[in-house]
């Protein structure tokens, strides 16, 4: 099954992007994790990062339209975003929440909202990269059932 993992914004500078937040695996390392992680669930991951909204809409609108399962990082976006929300809201395939960081556990009360949450089958936060590796295991579970 083809399963794409979305990034957004600024997370093309994972490794360098406040490592003490973030970690230290580069955006590269984070995607040929999870093409193997996926290998060794039977998914055929595809991995995207982009710092344009319009971009991940398209991507989020072809998903709807495949039908094809998605792990999402939207990143800033994921706080503020109401045309995120109306995307995420049309995918019927499992979509699954990720961060790197626990949003809900920052200073900032801007990161204590999220508008993927009330579309996600679950959100996975505050586990570093593998918070990607367990998204994926969830989606793997969820297509087995
Ligand atoms: C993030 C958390 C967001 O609040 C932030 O804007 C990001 C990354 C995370 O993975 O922890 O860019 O989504």
Known sequence: TAVLVLNGPNLGRLGRRQPEIYGHTT???LAAACVRWG?????AVEVRQTNHEGELLDWLNA??????PVVLNAAAWTHYSLALYDACAQLEAPLVEVHISEPKQRPETFRHTSYVEPHAATTISGQGVDGYRQALE????????
């Open 27 to 29: 955006h590269d390392e």
């Open 39 to 43: 290998a060794e669930l039977g998914l």
């Open 63 to 68: 998903a709807a339209d495949d039908a094809v």
């Open 138 to 145: 969830f989606i793997a579970a969820s297509l087995a059932h």
